[in-house]
């Protein structure tokens, strides 16, 4: 197959398959680290301040779907409140969309969520916690039937859209979902730290048919590792493991950054990070593969966090890509003001 036809028909498998992938993995940003809220209920309200905003927007596949490319957005607002002496309530809402290829295959969903974060030992600067954490969230499913190819539209290998296509029968839905998730944190001092957490997504496991048939959401298991570790004066390395099990697939993301502190003003924080990451994943029908490398930078000033990372793709796909996989931007900003007997927590 030539290399041009081979890419053509790439661009049609993009633009038609997520129409049909109802029971398909759920978003996922590169820069998980930086859309807390979407890994882990239980990172709700796990911070240095005490409110957090944050905002995270992906393009994927756009030097292949040009305007069909698949776009993930999300928003989220949380806070930490004291409870007792020594622990926490948090509390927060996210807002996220996406939207893929030529059927506008698109899902919306609004979340709350809360969690309880238990001090298990240490003092402020060596500190040990538990958090317990849920969600709760409502979403709208849909799709754009009218831009579909079918194959009553397929005469001798010439589409021809006025001939009858077919019919979904309910192109948008509303369906609820829950999750709940623990982790755990050390804190060793300032710029040392260690955490690691499990979730699991879809609880009820909601019915997602387009056709009024009984197809439930697979459950998602989530497991993630990460800290930070200074190696030298002013340089630190930020280790993480993130994977997601759903269904038949599966997903690894595996890497470092580097965290270098600049400046050298006490009262403002500046850091710079640099970063590479490996996507790994399994094939449809069997085996794995190396999806993408990950290439990141994080530049912090005081409160606010602003990210980007580039997905350079390594699967077979990039005939078709010329390696070209997605960008990230993320922006995070947080509220801290005083608090009397905070402790140090992993900087999400």
């Given at each position: 197959m030539k290399?041009?036809?081979?890419?053509?028909?790439?661009?049609?498998?993009?633009?038609?398959?997520?129409?049909?992938?109802?029971?398909?993995?759920?978003?996922?940003?590169?820069?998980?680290?930086?859309?807390?809220?979407?890994?882990?209920?239980?990172?709700?309200g796990v911070m240095n301040c005490n409110h957090r905003l944050t905002a995270n927007y992906r393009n994927q596949w756009a030097s292949v779907l040009k305007q069909n490319a698949y776009n993930t957005?999300?928003?989220?607002?949380?806070?930490?409140?004291?409870?007792?002496?020594?622990?926490?309530?948090?509390?927060?809402?996210?807002?996220?969309?996406?939207?893929?290829?030529?059927?506008?295959?698109?899902?919306?969903?609004?979340?709350?969520?809360?969690?309880?974060?238990?001090?298990?030992?240490?003092?402020?600067?060596?500190a040990h916690y538990l958090v317990v954490g849920a969600d709760f969230g409502v979403s709208n499913r849909s799709i754009n039937s009218a831009n579909l190819q079918w194959p009553s539209q397929n005469n001798g290998g010439q589409f021809e859209p006025g001939q009858a296509g077919g019919v979904i029968l309910n192109p948008s839905f509303v369906f609820v979902d829950m999750s709940a998730g623990l982790l755990w944190f050390s804190v060793f001092d300032e710029n040392n730290n260690l955490y690691f957490g499990t979730s699991f997504s879809h609880l009820n496991r909601a019915n997602v048919s387009f056709e009024n048939q009984n197809i439930p959401l697979y459950g998602k298991?989530?497991?993630?590792?990460?800290?930070?570790?200074?190696?030298?004066?002013?340089?630190?390395?930020?280790?993480?493991?993130v994977s997601f099990f759903q269904g038949p697939s599966f997903q690894v993301n595996v890497g470092n950054s580097f965290k270098f502190l600049l400046g050298n003003s006490r009262r403002y924080h500046q850091a710079f990070q640099l970063g590479a990451w490996a996507r790994i994943s399994n094939k449809l029908n069997q085996g794995k593969l190396m999806d993408a490398i990950i290439l990141s930078t994080?530049?912090?000033?005081?409160?606010?966090?602003?990210?980007?990372?580039?997905?350079?793709?390594?699967?077979s796909l990039r005939t078709a890509t010329n390696g070209n996989g997605a960008f990230e931007f993320s922006l995070l900003y947080k509220v801290c003001g005083p608090e009397r007997r905070g402790v140090y927590c992993p900087n999400f």
């Amino acid at each position: 197959m030539k290399k041009t036809t081979l890419r053509n028909f790439l661009v049609i498998v993009l633009a038609t398959v997520s129409a049909f992938a109802v029971t398909a993995q759920d978003i996922h940003f590169s820069q998980f680290y930086m859309s807390p809220l979407n890994l882990n209920p239980a990172l709700t309200g796990v911070m240095n301040c005490n409110h957090r905003l944050t905002a995270n927007y992906r393009n994927q596949w756009a030097s292949v779907l040009k305007q069909n490319a698949y776009n993930t957005y999300s928003a989220s607002y949380d806070q930490k409140m004291p409870v007792g002496r020594y622990d926490y309530f948090g509390l927060g809402g996210t807002l996220w969309g996406d939207k893929a290829g030529a059927s506008e295959f698109a899902t919306i969903q609004a979340r709350i969520s809360g969690s309880y974060a238990k001090k298990m030992g240490g003092y402020r600067r060596k500190a040990h916690y538990l958090v317990v954490g849920a969600d709760f969230g409502v979403s709208n499913r849909s799709i754009n039937s009218a831009n579909l190819q079918w194959p009553s539209q397929n005469n001798g290998g010439q589409f021809e859209p006025g001939q009858a296509g077919g019919v979904i029968l309910n192109p948008s839905f509303v369906f609820v979902d829950m999750s709940a998730g623990l982790l755990w944190f050390s804190v060793f001092d300032e710029n040392n730290n260690l955490y690691f957490g499990t979730s699991f997504s879809h609880l009820n496991r909601a019915n997602v048919s387009f056709e009024n048939q009984n197809i439930p959401l697979y459950g998602k298991l989530t497991a993630h590792f990460g800290g930070e570790f200074e190696v030298a004066q002013r340089v630190s390395v930020l280790p993480g493991v993130v994977s997601f099990f759903q269904g038949p697939s599966f997903q690894v993301n595996v890497g470092n950054s580097f965290k270098f502190l600049l400046g050298n003003s006490r009262r403002y924080h500046q850091a710079f990070q640099l970063g590479a990451w490996a996507r790994i994943s399994n094939k449809l029908n069997q085996g794995k593969l190396m999806d993408a490398i990950i290439l990141s930078t994080r530049f912090d000033y005081e409160q606010f966090t602003l990210g980007f990372s580039y997905d350079v793709n390594t699967s077979s796909l990039r005939t078709a890509t010329n390696g070209n996989g997605a960008f990230e931007f993320s922006l995070l900003y947080k509220v801290c003001g005083p608090e009397r007997r905070g402790v140090y927590c992993p900087n999400f």
